[in-house]
C-alpha cells in the first residue's frame, strides 16, 4: 500500500460517535453521560479537557483461568512471524516458542520478513513440514486464504497472535472463518474488533487528558496490519469526542520503511504542522525506528506528548529519558505468546478455550513505570499457564 501523509480537522461524524457508544456498550470504557447529546457526543469531561479518573493505569489484566488442561503429548507447532527484524514481532513470537517448547512440543519459527509476500509460501512449508498447528503472528487470514484452506481440509489447527480472520467485518467480504480457534481475551472480549479498538480509546484518553482538551495530533499508522487498523480507528474515535482536539495529520508508512524512510516523514511531518502537540505511534518498532528519532532531533520533545506503542524495554528506555515517548499503552505481548500456546493446547485436547487474563495498563513517567528494564505484569502468567497445564 502506497504511504500518504494528509491534513484535516476531526469533525463528528454519525457513525463515529456510534462506534465509540459500542465500545461503551461493550466495557472498558465509561458509560455516556445522561447529557452527552447536549456535547454533540462528547462526553464532559472530553469537552472539558480529559479526566484523569478515567485512564486505565489501574489496568485490566487478570490471571489466567486456573482449570486444569493437561497439555497433548507429541506435537509439532511452526509459528510464523510477520517479521523478527521488529521488536513487536519478535517478542511474542519468541514467547510463543518457549510456551510450546515448555508443553514439549517440537517447534520452529518461520520468519516472513516484514514481507506480506512471504507468508503464503511459508504456510505451506509449514504444513509440508508436518505440523499439527500453525500460529499465526500479525498475518491476516485473506493473505494466506489458499494455504489455510489446505490446512483445514488435512486437520492442521491454526491460531493468530494479532491476526484476524477472513469473516471478520473489517475486510467486508462473506467468506468464511479458517482459523481454528482464537486467543479468549475474556468476557468484554466477545467482538474481538471493538475490543482491540478499546486499546486506542484509551490511548487517545490519556493524550486528552495531558493537552488539557487542546491536542493537535500527527498521527502514524500502518494500516495494512488488521489489529493497527483497529487500534488506530479506536483512537481516531474517541479523539472525536474531545470538541478542542483535532488531528492535523495522518501519516500511512508500510513495513519495509521502518527505519531512515519513516523517520524522514515523521521529520516531513512535524516541519509541516508546527502546531502540532501530540504524536501518535502505532508500535513500538515504529517509535524507535523512526518516530522518536525524528521527536528528538526536531528539538520539539519537551514540546510534544508522544504516545508510543506496545512499550517494550527500549521504549520505555526512551519515557525514562524523555527522549521521545511520554506514555505507553503495554498489552503484554509475551504474555500473548503464551496464551496462543494455551490456545493451540486446547484445539489439540478438544477443551474449551480457556480465559487468557489479557488485557492492557496504561504507563507514563508517574504511573507503572519500573526504574529499569522491561515491564513485568503483576501475574505471574507464565507460573499460572505451567500449573494448569500440569507441568
Given at each position: 500500500?502506497?504511504?500518504?501523509?494528509?491534513?484535516?480537522?476531526?469533525?463528528?461524524?454519525?457513525?463515529?460517535?456510534?462506534?465509540?457508544?459500542?465500545?461503551?456498550?461493550?466495557?472498558?470504557?465509561?458509560?455516556?453521560?445522561?447529557?452527552?447529546?447536549?456535547?454533540?457526543?462528547?462526553?464532559?469531561?472530553?469537552?472539558?479537557?480529559?479526566?484523569?479518573?478515567?485512564?486505565?493505569?489501574?489496568?485490566?489484566?487478570?490471571?489466567?483461568?486456573?482449570?486444569?488442561?493437561?497439555?497433548?503429548?507429541?506435537?509439532?507447532?511452526?509459528?510464523?512471524?510477520?517479521?523478527?527484524?521488529?521488536?513487536?514481532?519478535?517478542?511474542?513470537?519468541?514467547?510463543?516458542?518457549?510456551?510450546?517448547?515448555?508443553?514439549?512440543?517440537?517447534?520452529?519459527?518461520?520468519?516472513?520478513?516484514?514481507?506480506?509476500?512471504?507468508?503464503?509460501?511459508?504456510?505451506?512449508?509449514?504444513?509440508?513440514?508436518?505440523?499439527?498447528?500453525?500460529?499465526?503472528?500479525?498475518?491476516?487470514?485473506?493473505?494466506?486464504?489458499?494455504?489455510?484452506?489446505?490446512?483445514?481440509?488435512?486437520?492442521?489447527?491454526?491460531v493468530g497472535i494479532y491476526s484476524f480472520d477472513c469473516n471478520d467485518p473489517i475486510f467486508k467480504g462473506s467468506d468464511p472463518a479458517l482459523f481454528s480457534g482464537a486467543i479468549n481475551y475474556g468476557p468484554d472480549a466477545k467482538d474481538i474488533g471493538a475490543f482491540t479498538k478499546r486499546y486506542g480509546a484509551d490511548q487517545a484518553k490519556a493524550v486528552i487528558a495531558?493537552?488539557?482538551?487542546?491536542?493537535?495530533?500527527?498521527?502514524?499508522?500502518?494500516?495494512?496490519?488488521?489489529?493497527?487498523?483497529?487500534?488506530?480507528?479506536?483512537?481516531?474515535?474517541?479523539?472525536?469526542?474531545?470538541?478542542?482536539?483535532?488531528?492535523?495529520?495522518?501519516?500511512?508508512?508500510?513495513?519495509?520503511?521502518?527505519?531512515?524512510?519513516?523517520?524522514?516523514?515523521?521529520?516531513?511531518?512535524?516541519?509541516?504542522?508546527?502546531?502540532?502537540?501530540?504524536?501518535?505511534?502505532?508500535?513500538?518498532?515504529?517509535?524507535?525506528?523512526?518516530?522518536?528519532?525524528?521527536?528528538?532531533?526536531?528539538?520539539?520533545?519537551?514540546?510534544?506528548?508522544?504516545?508510543?506503542?506496545?512499550?517494550?524495554?527500549?521504549?520505555?528506555?526512551?519515557?525514562?529519558?524523555?527522549?521521545?515517548?511520554?506514555?505507553?499503552?503495554?498489552?503484554?505481548?509475551?504474555?500473548?505468546?503464551?496464551?496462543?500456546?494455551?490456545?493451540?493446547?486446547?484445539?489439540?485436547?478438544?477443551?474449551?478455550?480457556?480465559?487468557?487474563?489479557?488485557?492492557?495498563?496504561?504507563?507514563?513517567?508517574?504511573?507503572?513505570?519500573?526504574?529499569?528494564?522491561?515491564?513485568?505484569?503483576?501475574?505471574?502468567?507464565?507460573?499460572?499457564?505451567k500449573k494448569a497445564w500440569g507441568l
Amino acid at each position: 500500500m502506497s504511504s500518504r501523509l494528509t491534513s484535516r480537522p476531526l469533525r463528528l461524524a454519525g457513525a463515529g460517535l456510534a462506534a465509540a457508544l459500542l465500545l461503551a456498550g461493550c466495557g472498558g470504557s465509561s458509560d455516556p453521560e445522561p447529557d452527552a447529546q447536549e456535547t454533540n457526543g462528547a462526553s464532559p469531561a472530553a469537552s472539558a479537557g480529559g479526566d484523569d479518573s478515567e485512564l486505565n493505569y489501574a489496568g485490566t489484566l487478570r490471571q489466567p483461568d486456573a482449570t486444569a488442561r493437561p497439555i497433548a503429548k507429541g506435537k509439532k507447532v511452526v509459528i510464523i512471524s510477520a517479521g523478527q527484524a521488529s521488536i513487536s514481532s519478535s517478542v511474542p513470537v519468541g514467547a510463543a516458542e518457549e510456551a510450546a517448547k515448555a508443553a514439549g512440543w517440537d517447534v520452529e519459527v518461520y520468519d516472513s520478513q516484514l514481507n506480506p509476500a512471504n507468508s503464503a509460501g511459508l504456510v505451506r512449508q509449514a504444513l509440508a513440514s508436518g505440523a499439527d498447528g500453525i500460529i499465526l503472528q500479525a498475518i491476516d487470514c485473506p493473505g494466506v486464504k489458499g494455504p489455510l484452506q489446505e490446512a483445514k481440509a488435512k486437520g492442521v489447527f491454526v491460531v493468530g497472535i494479532y491476526s484476524f480472520d477472513c469473516n471478520d467485518p473489517i475486510f467486508k467480504g462473506s467468506d468464511p472463518a479458517l482459523f481454528s480457534g482464537a486467543i479468549n481475551y475474556g468476557p468484554d472480549a466477545k467482538d474481538i474488533g471493538a475490543f482491540t479498538k478499546r486499546y486506542g480509546a484509551d490511548q487517545a484518553k490519556a493524550v486528552i487528558a495531558a493537552t488539557g482538551g487542546k491536542a493537535k495530533v500527527i498521527f502514524f499508522n500502518q494500516t495494512t496490519v488488521t489489529v493497527l487498523n483497529y487500534t488506530g480507528q479506536g483512537f481516531l474515535e474517541e479523539m472525536k469526542k474531545c470538541s478542542g482536539c483535532e488531528v492535523v495529520a495522518e501519516v500511512e508508512f508500510a513495513g519495509a520503511e521502518l527505519g531512515p524512510n519513516l523517520q524522514q516523514k515523521a521529520t516531513s511531518a512535524l516541519l509541516q504542522n508546527p502546531d502540532a502537540n501530540v504524536v501518535k505511534s502505532p508500535y513500538t518498532s515504529a517509535t524507535l525506528l523512526g518516530i522518536a528519532p525524528a521527536v528528538v532531533q526536531s528539538g520539539r520533545a519537551k514540546d510534544l506528548y508522544v504516545m508510543g506503542g506496545e512499550g517494550f524495554a527500549p521504549e520505555l528506555d526512551l519515557l525514562r529519558a524523555g527522549q521521545g515517548v511520554n506514555a505507553v499503552n503495554i498489552a503484554p505481548s509475551d504474555w500473548t505468546g503464551w496464551a496462543a500456546v494455551d490456545t493451540m493446547n486446547s484445539l489439540f485436547t478438544d477443551k474449551p478455550i480457556a480465559d487468557s487474563g489479557l488485557g492492557w495498563q496504561l504507563v507514563d513517567k508517574d504511573h507503572n513505570l519500573p526504574p529499569a528494564g522491561p515491564f513485568v505484569p503483576s501475574v505471574d502468567f507464565t507460573g499460572a499457564y505451567k500449573k494448569a497445564w500440569g507441568l
